[in-house]
């Protein structure tokens, strides 16, 4: 499977943005994807997940409330809807699907830069 991400940018406080992410190959086997992000000096966290079939979505406390996951079947392709971003959402964030074969397999996308200004 390979994800690519597109759609982070430079934005002011209180602004959007919405990332995408194109997943391609064996994306039949995916059974969840979700969105990571990982701040300078920190360690990569989630964001939010949703299930293949677009049913159960997880998000973080953090971003509860202001951004939206969703998933477009027939275009294999992700979504994270940022709204009222705040500076502290300023990281790179990352695409990750969870396939399952015989085991279960993650892929990540390479990133895509979200700055949020003050």
């Known amino acids: 499977v390979q994800l690519v991400e597109s759609g982070g940018g430079l934005v002011q406080a209180g602004g959007s943005l919405r990332l995408s992410c194109a997943a391609s190959?064996?994306?039949?086997?995916?059974?969840?994807m979700g969105w990571y992000r990982q701040a300078p000096g920190k360690q990569r966290e989630l964001v939010a997940t949703i299930t293949y079939g677009g049913s159960n979505t997880n998000y973080a406390d953090s971003v509860k409330g202001r951004f939206t996951i969703s998933l477009d079947n027939n275009k294999n392709t992700m979504y994270l809807q940022m709204n009222s971003l705040k500076p502290e959402d300023t990281a790179v964030y990352y695409c990750?699907?969870?396939?399952?074969?015989?085991?279960?397999?993650?892929?990540w996308g390479q990133g895509t830069q979200v700055t949020v200004s003050s």
């Open positions: 990750n699907a969870e396939t399952q074969r015989l085991a279960v397999v993650e892929f």
């Open positions: 190959g064996s994306t039949f086997t995916i059974i969840t």
